[in-house]
């Protein structure tokens, strides 16, 4: 049995999406039609579902602001890319969503991540045990390269990932 250390949360320790990392989210995920919308300082950001900081939803728009952290932007992203085709049509604020598109949500930003020259998948499942996920072993990398074959799966069977585990740059087509 493997040891599983539990980071503590530290929300402040995390990677914001600052101008360079918005340039790279905007590059990352056009190819899913998510348009970057920047948002000034000490501004609300629409459509963000928890406030705050955290990066907002609403049609094909993601908000964020320099202090969002990328966690957050591309955990909504990947909400975008695993919803159903109706809910995206009518996406205002709250992904919605049930536990298996959840946790295929985790594992796509996961690999997303890794996509990411500045952030990589090692930093983003830091960064999410920093913020306060919760996965039953104990911390994202744990779940990520130990339990995570039913997300994985699920991702699959709606054409996000193809069956060599590699993101087809699609999103969901079918409910």
């Excluded at 949360?9 to 590059?27: E, I």
């Excluded at 998510?34 to 300082?41: A, G, Y």
């Excluded at 964020?64 to 990947?78: G, I, K, N, Q, Y």
């Excluded at 959840?102 to 991540?113: D, F, H, K």
Aim: include cysteine.
């Amino acid at each position: 049995m493997r040891d599983v250390k539990q980071t503590e949360p530290d929300p402040t320790n995390v990677l914001n999406c600052d101008s360079t990392m918005q340039v790279a989210l905007a590059d990352l995920l056009k190819t899913y039609g998510l348009d970057i919308q920047f948002v000034p300082e000490n501004t609300a950001i629409p459509g963000s579902f928890f406030g705050e900081r955290e990066a907002g939803l609403i049609e094909n728009s993601l908000y964020l602001r320099f202090d969002t952290p990328v966690h957050s932007a591309l955990h909504e992203a990947c909400h975008y890319v695993c919803m159903s085709p109706d809910r995206r049509a009518h996406l205002d604020t709250d992904a919605e969503g049930d536990f298996n598109e959840e946790n295929g949500v985790c594992y796509l930003q996961i690999l997303l991540a890794g996509q990411l020259s500045n952030m990589g998948a090692d930093r983003m499942m830091l960064d999410m045990d920093r913020w306060g996920y919760s996965f039953r072993l104990g911390s994202a990398k744990a779940w990520f390269d130990d339990d995570a074959e039913d997300a994985m799966l699920w991702l699959q069977r709606y054409g996000i990932l193809d069956q060599t585990q590699q993101i087809t740059g699609q999103y969901r087509l079918i409910d």
